[in-house]
Protein backbone atom coordinates (compact mmCIF):
# COMPACT_ATOMS: atom_id res chain seq x y z
CA UNK A 1 0.00 0.00 0.00
CA UNK A 2 0.96 3.66 -0.85
CA UNK A 3 0.37 6.26 1.78
CA UNK A 4 -0.28 9.74 -0.26
CA UNK A 5 -0.20 12.89 1.48
CA UNK A 6 -2.80 15.62 0.41
CA UNK A 7 -1.90 18.12 2.97
CA UNK A 8 -0.85 21.59 3.30
CA UNK A 9 1.24 22.35 6.23
CA UNK A 10 0.36 25.06 8.43
CA UNK A 11 3.27 27.50 7.98
CA UNK A 12 3.06 31.66 9.70
CA UNK A 13 3.22 32.49 6.00
CA UNK A 14 0.52 30.48 4.30
CA UNK A 15 -2.14 31.45 2.32
CA UNK A 16 -5.63 32.07 4.32
CA UNK A 17 -8.82 32.54 3.39
CA UNK A 18 -9.59 36.40 2.73
CA UNK A 19 -10.18 38.37 6.05
CA UNK A 20 -8.90 35.56 8.25
CA UNK A 21 -5.46 35.88 10.48
CA UNK A 22 -2.63 34.01 9.45
CA UNK A 23 -1.47 31.53 12.41
CA UNK A 24 1.08 32.38 14.75
CA UNK A 25 3.74 29.78 15.62
CA UNK A 26 5.71 30.84 18.85
CA UNK A 27 8.58 28.96 20.77
CA UNK A 28 6.86 28.14 23.78
CA UNK A 29 9.59 26.07 25.83
CA UNK A 30 12.60 25.25 24.72
CA UNK A 31 15.46 22.83 25.63
CA UNK A 32 18.54 25.33 26.59
CA UNK A 33 15.82 26.88 28.96
CA UNK A 34 13.37 24.37 30.93
CA UNK A 35 14.81 21.05 29.19
CA UNK A 36 12.17 20.54 26.48
CA UNK A 37 10.86 22.25 23.07
CA UNK A 38 7.06 23.28 23.03
CA UNK A 39 5.40 25.30 20.82
CA UNK A 40 2.38 27.91 20.85
CA UNK A 41 0.37 27.78 17.95
CA UNK A 42 -2.86 29.48 17.26
CA UNK A 43 -5.02 29.85 14.23
CA UNK A 44 -8.49 29.86 13.28
CA UNK A 45 -10.46 26.48 12.67
CA UNK A 46 -10.57 26.81 8.68
CA UNK A 47 -6.41 27.11 8.43
CA UNK A 48 -4.95 25.30 5.38
CA UNK A 49 -6.08 21.87 4.52
CA UNK A 50 -9.34 21.69 6.75
CA UNK A 51 -12.71 20.25 7.04
CA UNK A 52 -16.19 22.48 6.58
CA UNK A 53 -18.95 21.18 9.19
CA UNK A 54 -22.47 21.81 8.78
CA UNK A 55 -22.56 24.21 11.27
CA UNK A 56 -20.15 26.40 9.90
CA UNK A 57 -22.40 27.47 7.71
CA UNK A 58 -26.21 26.10 8.33
CA UNK A 59 -27.04 26.79 11.92
CA UNK A 60 -28.16 24.49 14.35
CA UNK A 61 -27.16 21.53 11.92
CA UNK A 62 -23.82 18.93 12.92
CA UNK A 63 -20.57 20.14 14.50
CA UNK A 64 -18.06 17.89 13.96
CA UNK A 65 -17.76 16.38 16.89
CA UNK A 66 -21.41 15.48 16.54
CA UNK A 67 -20.56 12.99 13.77
CA UNK A 68 -19.21 9.45 14.05
CA UNK A 69 -15.21 9.24 13.80
CA UNK A 70 -15.90 6.90 10.48
CA UNK A 71 -17.41 9.74 8.68
CA UNK A 72 -14.10 10.84 8.36
CA UNK A 73 -12.48 7.41 6.47
CA UNK A 74 -13.81 5.63 3.55
CA UNK A 75 -13.55 4.41 -0.05
CA UNK A 76 -12.37 7.83 -2.36
CA UNK A 77 -12.46 8.80 -5.79
CA UNK A 78 -10.79 11.51 -7.63
CA UNK A 79 -11.51 13.02 -10.92
CA UNK A 80 -9.48 15.29 -12.64
CA UNK A 81 -10.65 18.87 -14.40
CA UNK A 82 -7.31 20.80 -14.61
CA UNK A 83 -7.89 24.63 -15.02
CA UNK A 84 -11.47 23.80 -15.54
CA UNK A 85 -12.90 27.01 -15.46
CA UNK A 86 -15.10 29.00 -14.13
CA UNK A 87 -17.59 25.80 -13.04
CA UNK A 88 -17.46 22.06 -13.20
CA UNK A 89 -21.16 21.18 -14.23
CA UNK A 90 -23.69 18.58 -14.04
CA UNK A 91 -22.77 17.00 -17.54
CA UNK A 92 -18.50 16.92 -16.47
CA UNK A 93 -19.86 14.59 -13.41
CA UNK A 94 -22.76 12.43 -14.93
CA UNK A 95 -20.83 10.25 -16.55
CA UNK A 96 -18.90 8.94 -13.33
CA UNK A 97 -22.69 8.12 -11.80
CA UNK A 98 -21.97 4.63 -11.66
CA UNK A 99 -18.60 5.32 -9.87
CA UNK A 100 -20.02 7.99 -7.87
CA UNK A 101 -22.38 5.40 -6.34
CA UNK A 102 -19.61 3.05 -4.72
CA UNK A 103 -17.93 5.84 -2.88
CA UNK A 104 -17.83 7.75 0.41
CA UNK A 105 -16.00 10.67 -0.86
CA UNK A 106 -15.39 12.32 -4.15
CA UNK A 107 -11.99 14.75 -4.49
CA UNK A 108 -11.77 16.72 -7.60
CA UNK A 109 -8.14 17.79 -9.04
CA UNK A 110 -8.57 21.24 -10.46
CA UNK A 111 -4.68 21.75 -10.31
CA UNK A 112 -5.44 25.12 -8.45
CA UNK A 113 -2.88 24.02 -5.69
CA UNK A 114 0.09 24.55 -8.27
CA UNK A 115 -0.82 28.57 -7.42
CA UNK A 116 -0.45 28.09 -3.52
CA UNK A 117 1.58 31.05 -1.95
CA UNK A 118 0.83 33.24 -5.02
CA UNK A 119 -2.11 35.71 -5.39
CA UNK A 120 -3.61 33.75 -8.42
CA UNK A 121 -4.73 30.90 -5.61
CA UNK A 122 -7.30 33.33 -4.81
CA UNK A 123 -9.11 34.44 -8.12
CA UNK A 124 -10.96 32.93 -10.44
CA UNK A 125 -10.48 29.41 -9.19
CA UNK A 126 -13.04 26.32 -10.17
CA UNK A 127 -16.19 25.35 -8.36
CA UNK A 128 -18.97 22.97 -8.61
CA UNK A 129 -21.86 24.63 -10.15
CA UNK A 130 -25.19 24.64 -8.26
CA UNK A 131 -26.76 22.01 -10.31
CA UNK A 132 -23.45 19.46 -9.71
CA UNK A 133 -23.46 20.22 -5.98
CA UNK A 134 -27.22 19.34 -5.99
CA UNK A 135 -26.99 16.54 -8.04
CA UNK A 136 -24.02 15.30 -5.85
CA UNK A 137 -26.02 15.63 -2.45
CA UNK A 138 -28.40 13.10 -3.43
CA UNK A 139 -25.69 10.17 -3.41
CA UNK A 140 -25.31 10.06 0.37
CA UNK A 141 -21.73 10.72 0.07
CA UNK A 142 -19.32 11.41 3.40
CA UNK A 143 -17.64 14.33 1.98
CA UNK A 144 -16.64 16.18 -0.95
CA UNK A 145 -13.04 17.64 -1.40
CA UNK A 146 -11.59 20.06 -3.73
CA UNK A 147 -7.68 21.61 -4.16
CA UNK A 148 -8.95 25.37 -3.71
CA UNK A 149 -9.43 27.65 -0.97
CA UNK A 150 -13.38 27.31 -1.02
CA UNK A 151 -15.73 25.38 -2.61
CA UNK A 152 -18.12 28.26 -3.62
CA UNK A 153 -16.81 31.29 -5.82
CA UNK A 154 -15.03 34.41 -4.29
CA UNK A 155 -17.20 36.70 -4.95
CA UNK A 156 -20.18 34.98 -3.22
CA UNK A 157 -22.59 36.25 -0.10
CA UNK A 158 -24.99 32.85 0.61
CA UNK A 159 -22.67 29.98 -0.08
CA UNK A 160 -24.60 27.67 -2.06
CA UNK A 161 -22.63 25.28 -3.22
CA UNK A 162 -21.44 24.77 0.51
CA UNK A 163 -24.92 24.71 1.29
CA UNK A 164 -26.04 22.35 -0.81
CA UNK A 165 -23.83 20.15 0.60
CA UNK A 166 -23.40 20.77 3.72
CA UNK A 167 -27.46 20.48 4.40
CA UNK A 168 -26.86 17.05 3.57
CA UNK A 169 -24.35 16.38 6.20
CA UNK A 170 -21.56 16.15 3.35
CA UNK A 171 -18.70 17.74 4.95
CA UNK A 172 -16.30 19.91 2.18
CA UNK A 173 -12.60 19.09 2.40
CA UNK A 174 -10.54 22.49 1.07
CA UNK A 175 -7.42 23.30 0.26
CA UNK A 176 -5.81 19.96 -0.38
CA UNK A 177 -2.79 19.02 -2.62
CA UNK A 178 -1.11 16.58 -4.38
CA UNK A 179 -4.13 15.10 -6.31
CA UNK A 180 -2.27 14.60 -9.11
CA UNK A 181 -1.10 11.14 -8.99
CA UNK A 182 -4.89 9.82 -8.21
CA UNK A 183 -6.67 10.57 -11.46
CA UNK A 184 -9.27 8.73 -12.05
CA UNK A 185 -8.72 6.21 -9.03
CA UNK A 186 -10.40 4.49 -6.53
CA UNK A 187 -8.43 4.21 -3.31
CA UNK A 188 -9.35 5.14 0.27
CA UNK A 189 -8.99 8.53 1.82
CA UNK A 190 -9.09 9.90 5.42
CA UNK A 191 -9.63 13.58 7.22
CA UNK A 192 -9.30 13.18 11.19
CA UNK A 193 -9.99 16.53 12.64
CA UNK A 194 -8.88 17.50 15.95
CA UNK A 195 -10.74 16.48 18.39
CA UNK A 196 -12.63 19.30 20.04
CA UNK A 197 -15.93 21.04 21.18
CA UNK A 198 -18.62 22.56 18.94
CA UNK A 199 -15.80 22.46 16.07
CA UNK A 200 -17.30 24.11 13.24
CA UNK A 201 -14.47 23.27 11.21
CA UNK A 202 -10.80 22.01 11.58
CA UNK A 203 -7.41 21.19 10.05
CA UNK A 204 -7.12 18.19 8.92
CA UNK A 205 -3.92 15.41 7.91
CA UNK A 206 -5.75 14.49 4.69
CA UNK A 207 -4.23 11.20 3.23
CA UNK A 208 -4.74 8.55 0.32
CA UNK A 209 -4.20 5.20 0.57
CA UNK A 210 -3.56 3.02 -2.51
CA UNK A 211 -3.30 -0.20 -2.93
Not at 15 to 29: A, F, L, M, N, S
Not at 57 to 74: A, E, N, Q, R
Not at 105 to 113: A, D, E, R
Request: hydrophobic share 40%; net charge negative.
Amino acid sequence: MKILDLTHSITPNMPVYPGTEQPVIITGCSIDEVGFLEKKITFFSHTGTHIDAPAHLIKGHSTLDMLPVDHFYGPALMLNFDNFTPSIGLKELEPYQDRIKQIDFLLLCTGWSRYWGSEKYFIDYPVLSLDAASWLSGFGLKGFGIDTISADIAETQDYPVHKALLQKNIIIIENLTNLEDLSGKQFNFSCFPLSFEDADGSPVRAVAYTP
